[in-house]
Structure formats: structure tokens, C-alpha cells
């Protein structure tokens, strides 16, 4: 399969540029040239197959004509080796955990896949050694790091802002070793991003190290996000339940919802999506208004959504060749202050007694407010409560239990280069490589 880019410039790329690259030539976001539905059989046996079942089938649907058969398959069943549960909150209102994976949070799904990919292409041609940079504030980074831990021919660089991250966070990209190298940047999560940015720009590092990224423009990362929304619409007729789900996506890049787009596309039965956001609300004022007007972001207690120019925008548009009234139609909008992301985790917990971390929160507030009598509605929770501990530890005001998965990362010896904010200094480190 081929793929296109949204700026228009570039066309027939194949899968392996548009892995390798990340981002097109014109800087627009690849997208294959077909999304092809799934065959009615599957939709009918859906509530008998596995999870990693039902993804190798939609994986095929993208990938099953540039990768062998088992290849795909093996690389689809190292990535799933978790569960996404179906979980009831309250009424009409479900949760799908995303949160069970190495890291906790959903990234845990792309970032692995895109690791096995790559990983699979590197082999197959031989190619020399692909670095991967990434800048983070917390969670990316380390859904990253542990999804490319140990795979041959890949380096990753996590870039992150020294001293601006939780303790518990630094601790899940710092203590890997092997082919993960932390850099604590003396600056801010912007800085760590303008060096990232800088280095793809920066044509004598580019003839010495092939460079690539791994955030929600690789359509690596982005489409297996497809694979849950598919899970979720499986448990959920296995409950015996027919009716379209209205599916609440808290969102900050857009790479979450936009898999869920092209899973509708394929015809899962999605009625209508709602995207979440906090007060980082440009995806809500275009909605509002049919502008799309990107802004700096400001600091939430939800802060993997405090994005003020969404990238993958540009896919939303392109699935919907532009039209403002065609997205309308399908995509609704929310936006809530950190006082309502509290309230509502403070009231679910008391009332439902579940769980939610402020990126759920979000979700589950928009169900509740915005479903109608006969509507059934999905969030996704994005990330567990734990990784948030003393937010929600402060909101709920209980101590919450921190999963062991969490608190063996604890245990590892911090290891970290660290560098200035100067890009000199980044590109002479990555030159001696
Ligand atoms: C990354 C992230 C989001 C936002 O996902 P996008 O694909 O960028 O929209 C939401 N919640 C959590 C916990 C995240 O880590």
C-alpha cells in the first residue's frame, strides 16, 4: 500500500519511507492511499476472536501487503502482550482501560508496534543503525523508550526537561541502559522540542546519523490505535449489546482519535465521536467556529493534552477531504477547567467508586453530559490514576496503591547525559556517535 502526504507534494510513498522518514519531504503527514473496510464475517465473529486476533486482522488491512504473513502477525501478537479491558462506570458509561501495558498509558500500544517495524525493516534491508529522538515532558517519553528497549538496530534518544518531571517518570526512561539514552536538558519541554526540531533541519548531522521520530505523525504509532476501539466493540457484543457506541476520546495531538476515525471508516459500528480536551481548547473553537487558530499551550493537571497545535489536525482534515460540516457531523467537542477535571474525579470516585486519572476524566465528564437517554458511551482511559499520584492523591485525599509494574522502575539507577538548551552542544554529542 502506498501512501500520500496531507501537504499534497508527495505521493507513492511506500511503507518503509513513510516509517523510516516519519514525516514527508513537503512536512506533511503520510496517509495510506485506501482504508479498506473489513469484511462483514468479521464483524459477525468478532465477540469469539481475541484481541490479538481482531488486530492482526486490521493490521493486515494496512500492512498485509508490505510484510509477510507471520512477520505481521508476530509483530502484532510481541506488541498485545497486555489487556484493554471493557469496564462498566456507571449507567450507560464505559471505560476501556488502556493502561494495563508496560508504561501504563495507552502510547504503550504504538510506541511497541512502531519499535517491531522498524526494527523489521532495518534487518530486511540491512540499513545502518536508525536513531530515534524524542523530546518529552513525561509520558511519551517513556512509552518510547520501553517500547524500543533492546530492539537491533535502533538507538533512542529521550530528551527531557531536567527537573521538570515526576520522579517516577524520570525513572521509566532513565534506568533502561541498552540502546535507550536519556538527556536531561538544562531548559524546558520547549527547548527539548526546538533541539529535536533543530537536529531533523540540520543537514551535516543528517549525513552522519540516520535520524527519525517516534511520536503520532509516524504512521507506525498512530494507526495500531486503531486496533482497541475494534476490542472494545467486541467485549461489548459480547455483553450482548448491539447499539452504535458513542466513543469520548480525551485528546491533545489527535493521533488517539484519528485511529478511531479510520476504525469507523473500516465500518465499526462508532455512532458519533466526542473529543475531550482541557483548556487547551483549539480543536473545540474550531468546532465552535471553523477556524482552526493554533496557540501556545498552557499547563493543565491533564498535561499529555497540553498541546496548542494538535499535529494531527491535518489527518482529521484529510479524512474528511476538508470539509468543516462533514467533521461536524461525526466529531463533537468538549473543553474543562482543572476545577472540573477535579470535580469529576472527586464525584466518580465517591458515587461509582472508580478511578479516573484527569485525562479520563475529561472523557468519562463528556459521556455524562453529553450522551443521550438511549446513547451508550466508551471512554478511553488514556493513563492510569497512579502515574498521577499526587494529583489524584490530593483530589481523592486517599493514598492510592501504585502498581507493581510502577514501582519496579523505582528500583533502577538513574543514568542521564546532560546538555545545555545550546544546539551546539546537542549536535557535537550526537556527532561523536
Ligand atoms: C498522549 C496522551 C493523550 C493524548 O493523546 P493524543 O493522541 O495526543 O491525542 C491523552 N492522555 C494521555 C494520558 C496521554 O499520554
Known sequence: MNYYSTNGQVKDASLDEAVVKGLAADKGLFMPDIIKPLPYDFYEN???????????????????????????????????????PLVPVTGNIFSLELFHGPTLAFKDVGARFMARLLGYFIQ?????????????????????????????GIHVYVLYPKGKVSEIQEKQFTTLGQ???????????????????????????????????????????????????????????????MEEMVVCVPSGNFGNITAGLFAKKMGLPIKRFIAANNRNDIFYQYLQTGQYNPKPSVATIANAMDVGDPSNFARVLALYSGS?????????????????IKETMKQVYQDDHYLLDPHGACGFRALAEGLMPEEVGVFLETAHPAKFLDTVQSIIGEAVEIPAKLQAFMKGDKQSIELSKEFADFKNYLMKQ
Open 179 to 241: 540502546n535507550i539514552t536519556a538527556i536531561e536538558v538544562d531548559g524546558t519541554f520547549d527547548d527539548c522540542q526546538a533541539l529535536v526540531k533543530a537536529a531533523f533541519m540540520d543537514k551535516e548531522l543528517n549525513d552522519h546519523l540516520l535520524l527519525t521520530s517516534a511520536n503520532s505523525i509516524n504512521v507506525a504509532r498512530f494507526l495500531p490505535q486503531a486496533f482497541y476501539y475494534f476490542y472494545a466493540w467486541a467485549q461489548y457484543r459480547k455483553l450482548g449489546r
Open 124 to 152: 530486511k534491508e540491512g540499513k545502518k543503525q536508525v536513531n530515534v529522538l524524542v523530546a518529552t515532558s513525561g509520558d511519551t517519553g517513556s512509552a518510547v523508550a520501553n517500547g524500543f528497549l533492546g530492539v537491533e
Open 324 to 340: 468543516y460540516e462533514a467533521i461536524k457531523a461525526e466529531i463533537s467537542g468538549v473543553a474543562y477547567t482543572d476545577g472540573q
Open 46 to 84: 468478532i465477540d469469539k476472536l481475541s484481541f490479538q486476533e481482531i488486530a492482526y486482522q486490521v493490521a493486515d488491512a494496512f500492512f498485509g501487503e508490505d510484510i509477510p504473513a507471520e512477520t505481521l502477525k508476530q509483530i502484532v501478537y510481541d506488541t498485545l502482550n497486555f489487556d484493554v
